[in-house]
């Protein structure tokens, strides 16, 4: 999942994974046999995030949102990054964009996206909220929850937005929080305001489940949409960090982490296994699940500087790269770089061929990682890998193989 620039701090802050001296001799190693390198490519010091679209497999549409309030301007490309234009500029001299959400939902009447914006107008901060309907072709401004949110969280509903504060507010007198907004931000309502809250993880389900989690002093459940709920106290349970399986609806899975445990869930969210644990040193780092996770059972994991990935469910881990620090990434569908034949399922990508034993559903066991990494190798797999590292300027690269080959993503031209 490519994260947000409110995204990467939060869970930068709060995801700590652990490698210990061994361990990291052991992926080193692995790397080494595995004789995969990242491309040179050109960097940039104009860091922001790469946003696929959900329908990349078939529109090859990316969108550029800048981080850290670097640029007032949202890109977007329809051939893979290899031309940029603008769809999007903040208001005012010196307007600047904050965010950008991609609604994951019906596309009948064009892709909906909304960002978020600020900028000076005399001695006061003005922000805003502005919503495109048609992928970034027009734009409407709406209402902004309130100066203090730190940002925007969509769902396959177009109309209903999600939007957290962890800082007193301006505009509403409870301070803390969770709003929901049902008309595309124009108007909000306060769902939560118990504790301050630092991110929000909905269901791809949204319309037919309600289902969401929260991180605030615990980690917080609701299954009626943000009406109602409840706090799931306890060690035993993720803490920071929550990933729905993409066949939610059928299979009931999640992911979540807590400092140094991966859990998985299969009763939607009631109860918590862990699935493995990590050593000692320290480092954040992001999880993502296969868009076909019903049938490949496939996850990726980035810690330190490296990217390694699970097709069994999280019991065995093997390196898919090794470069960079920070790495930060997002998984889409590339059906059209595959053909699957039945029975031993022989798949075809960048003019190579390899046999893939079909997979099963793993023993949800509570493992050590590092240990058995490696052992499985790496697969390929129909499946479009967007990356980002940092190495004082920031990198970016694209594999259409499931991280077998990577080649280098252009961004638009810095500001």
């Not at 059209?336 to 066991?365: C, D, E, K, L």
């Not at 967007?386 to 300027?393: C, D």
Request: glycine letters at 8%.
């Amino acid at each position: 999942m490519l994260i947000t620039a409110l995204q990467c701090l939060v869970i930068s802050c709060m995801i700590l994974f652990e490698l210990i001296g061994t361990d990291v001799a052991l992926l080193s190693k692995v790397e080494r046999e595995s004789d995969r390198v990242l491309p040179f490519c050109a960097s940039t010091v104009f860091t922001g995030d790469i946003v696929p679209s959900p329908g990349y497999e078939d529109d090859r549409t990316i969108f550029f949102a800048p981080v850290y309030g670097n640029s007032p301007h949202i890109w977007r490309s329809t051939d893979d990054g290899m031309t940029w234009q603008v769809i999007y500029q903040a208001p005012g001299i010196d307007g600047e964009v904050n965010s950008l959400a991609v609604v994951h939902g019906p596309i009948d009447f064009g892709m909906t996206l909304y960002v978020r914006h600020w900028y000076h107008l005399r001695d006061e901060t003005i922000y805003g909220l502005a919503r495109s309907t048609d992928a970034g072709a027009t734009w409407e401004e709406r209402t902004a929850c309130d100066p203090n949110c730190l940002g925007i969280f969509p769902t396959n509903r177009p109309e209903t937005i999600f939007a957290i504060r962890g800082e007193p507010p301006v505009v509403f007198e409870s301070g803390m929080g969770i709003l929901r907004s049902d008309d595309g931000g124009l108007s909000w309502q306060v769902v939560w305001d118990s504790t301050n809250v630092w991110f929000l993880f909905v269901s791809p389900f949204f319309a037919d489940d309600a289902t969401l989690f929260g991180t605030a002093d615990v980690l917080i459940e609701s299954s009626d949409g943000g009406m109602s709920w409840l706090r799931q106290e306890g060690e035993s349970r993720p803490g920071y960090l929550v990933v729905f399986s993409p066949d939610f609806v059928n299979d009931h899975t999640l992911f979540g982490a807590q400092a140094q445990t991966l859990y998985k869930s299969q009763n939607v969210g009631l109860s918590w296994q862990p699935v493995f644990s990590f050593s000692s040193d320290l480092r954040y780092g992001d999880l993502d699940v296969s868009p076909d996770f019903a049938e490949d059972r496939t996850l990726f994991i980035t810690a330190n500087d490296t990217v390694l990935v699970s097709y069994d469910d999280g019991a065995n881990w093997s390196v898919v790269i090794k470069s960079g620090r920070y790495p930060r990434l997002d998984i889409r569908q590339w059906r059209h770089a595959s053909a699957a034949q039945v029975g031993n399922i022989r798949y075809y990508g960048n003019g190579q061929q390899s046999t893939v034993a079909p997979t099963t559903n793993a023993t949800v066991n509570h493992q050590t990682y590092l240990p058995m990494a490696g052992k499985t190798g790496i697969r390929y797999r129909p499946l479009s890998l967007f990356l980002s590292i940092w190495e004082g300027r920031t990198f970016y690269y694209r594999s259409e193989d499931g991280g077998l080959t990577w080649h280098c993503l252009n961004v638009p031209p810095e500001p």
